[in-house]
């Protein structure tokens, strides 16, 4: 199965073509253009390294998120509106799950950090056992300096990854001694993770709607939650289950 | 075979404030779908659009409305031969959906891509509007966020006459409407308590009225406005919203009449154009044709549905734009600032 992954969660830009459990081609930036401008070129790009014609094209995998609200939709609307021109399936990936999928260390907790401004992470754990990436800790936002400390206090060792962690860590908190961060070229989100895994989903059955699926946002709108605090009892009425 | 360019099929699409549309045009005048899908309830309890719940609105309307034009238009989608889309000026967020979702359906399906100026396309929702209209005319843009007088001296070819320095005459209507406690949108709600009120009741300023001046600026009238209000408030007077509202309107009016049809007569031209979301008001309207009548010139408008933000008009603009070969590139990006300029 030949299929497109695309990943546009954080500042970084990244798409791969991969073919069975084979990495094709894969072009990862992270540059001063933004997201708008490169992503098409750069899958057209992706494409003629991997000698992959669109047409040939089985299905696409999109990281959904969290992350950047503004690249999530840029990637997301790129990934719909090319899985019904082409008629393929597509399937959304965990942007934390592709991360923790970089390292693949058995016996460690892998903390997965992507950045949800003023100081705070989208923050979700994951452990190796038996090959498979299993979540120990289910996502929830907190403060970056929180993370760490409650960190140092398991009786493990720790790797820390995601853009949290270029913008906020590495080189700027000191960690505790069973903490560390994981290598600069791996502590940022690649489309090849999220291949590979989306590759995983899709043999397996699992397809997403490309009418409705939505990024994975963990945060709503602060207009909406600013007003909810100014009419409680209106919000109580009408709470969206939407939250995470 | 090369298709005639009459018979050319182009997807159009629009997501650059609170409404996601999406249609197809046969040519360049011919819609066969027009399809929008709506935010305004949305936004309404917050007095204003969100931009970052617009644009999570986007994203989850845009394939479905997609879909349905092309259901609507009965158009196979290989069947489009280039796609147009809205690429400012607008909301950042919320434009950035359309035009991803273009480029990659551009590049899905091996067809030209055609990045559209929004305000150019509420200019040109006039040739949807009225089949037999061809330039030169006189286009007065009046828009939530723009106000400007734009000679369109052939599809391709525009001057810019003059336009708006500081706030647009749409924002003055949104800002007036929010201090007289009056529900978002505004506009609409100022039109209709306007026919109930007295428009010589208060006499407001006009801005930059001098003759061969064409640049507008409304923040002048505002701050008059809303002056007015807060003293009749601290006088402890009840406030007459509906004079208010009829004495704005007037000054807003006035200035627009006046230099619109100044420009008809500089320029030479013999019918003049409305155009853009603030063209519903029927106060406006009605002067425009009034004066028009007086003057001997061709008055035109779109329609209501044509006058909100809508694809068909992008799709329109789009159809010209690439008879002069104005397409785009795959690097096309969202200019929220985006302007009518000179071309």
Redesign the interface.
Known sequence: MSILAIDTATQVSSVAVAKERRLLSELTMQGKL?H??????H??SALKMAATA?EDLEGIAISIGPGS??GL??????????S???NIPLVGVSTLKALAYQLPVPGVRLMCLLDAQKGNAYVESYRWEQDELQVVETVRVAKISDIVAAAGKLDEQVILLGDAVQKKIAGKLELPANVRVAMPHLVMPRAACVAMLGQRELAAGHVDN???L??V?IRR????VL?EKRHPEEAKATKPTEEM | MEKKKEELLTLAIESSCDETSAAVLRGGREILSNIISTQIPIHQKFGGVVPEIASRKHIVNIMPVIDECLREAKVELKDIDQVAVTYGPGLVGALLVGVSAAKSLAFSLGKPLIGVNHLEGHIFANFLATPNLEPPFMALVVSGGHTALVDVQGYNRFRMMGQTRDDAAGEAFDKIARVMGLPYPGGPRIDALAKEGNPMAIDFPQALTEKGNYEFSFSGLKSAVLNYINSEKMKGHELNKADIAASFQRSVIEVLVGKAFQAVKEAGRDTLVLAGGVAANSGLEARLREEAEKRGVRFLYPSKILCTDNAAMIGCRGYYQALDGGYSDLYLNAVPGLSLTDK
Do not use: N
């Open positions: 933004t708008s401008e490169t992503l098409l070129p899958i057209e669109k609200f503004t939709r840029i990637g997301l609307a790129a990934a719909k509106a090319m019904y021109a082409l490309v009418m409705d939505e990024p946002y709108s602060e207009a909406e007003w």
